[in-house]
């Protein structure tokens, strides 16, 4: 069974200092992983995922994430946090095949990033 | 390219009744996901179509239903509404990939 936990519910930062969102994932396979943000009252943005290929992956508006296997985890990163980044943060693992051939999407519990100036 | 489009953005409805909410993948996708939003719940998953079928459904009862139509839309059907069924639906789309590319989302309310 896979599972996701974003360790921090709420994380705030100062404008132009970096971000570090955490991810700890549990899968029984090979997993994919992916980060998305959510707007207020918006949908789901893809930020970045990892699908087996290298381990540090760069995603949009600057963002990456590093896969790591040995410590099961998969955190975000910004170098540099800027205002429009204020949104829910989403670390979501993908191992499971549907019947049928889908794709299972698990998500963890959100982290709400907020930027101060 | 056109995303993932949802209707309507805000639906409001009386508990008993039925609600329906549709998705219009990106062009090309085959496959639509449905998922729940509730507050305190996270996101669920919650039906998904592929090719005109239902092909696998989370832990929700059968009062939530829908289906796919040959261009590949999709439709959320939920009857009987219950004031737990107040959430964002978020529609999601996909080809081959793993990656899912998600709507804007359909905020319904049950009073």
């Known amino acids: 069974a896979q599972s996701v936990t974003q360790l921090d519910s709420h994380v705030s930062v100062s404008e132009g200092t970096p971000v570090l969102l955490r991810c700890n994932y549990s899968?029984?396979?090979?997993?994919?992983l992916f980060w998305y943000v959510q707007h207020p009252n918006k949908g789901l943005q893809l930020l970045l995922k990892y699908t087996s290929a290298a381990t540090l992956v760069k995603g949009i508006n600057g963002f990456e994430a590093e896969f790591k296997k040995s410590e099961t985890s998969f955190h975000l990163t910004k170098p540099s946090a800027h205002m429009s980044d204020a949104a829910e943060y989403f670390c979501?693992?993908?191992?499971?095949?549907?019947?049928?051939?889908?794709?299972?999407?698990?998500f963890g519990t959100g982290t709400q990033l907020k930027v101060e100036l | 390219e056109a995303g993932v489009t949802q209707s309507p953005t805000h639906l409001i409805k009386t508990r008993g009744q039925q609600a329906t909410l549709r998705c219009s993948p990106i062009s090309g996708h085959t496959s639509v996901y449905w998922y729940q939003q509730a507050l305190g719940l996270g996101l669920q998953f919650l039906l998904w179509?592929?090719?005109?079928?239902?092909?696998n459904r989370g832990n929700f009862p059968p009062r939530f239903s829908g289906r796919q139509f040959p261009n590949y839309s999709s439709e959320l059907n939920v009857n009987a509404l219950e004031l737990e069924d107040s959430a964002l639906y978020l529609c999601?789309?996909?080809?081959?990939?793993?990656?899912?590319?998600f709507g804007p989302g359909t905020r319904l309310t049950v009073t």
């Open positions: 979501v693992v993908s191992d499971q095949i549907l019947t049928g051939g889908g794709n299972k999407l698990t």
């Open positions: 999601a789309s996909s080809l081959v990939a793993v990656e899912q590319y």
């Open positions: 899968s029984s396979y090979s997993p994919s």
């Open positions: 179509y592929d090719e005109g079928e239902e092909r």
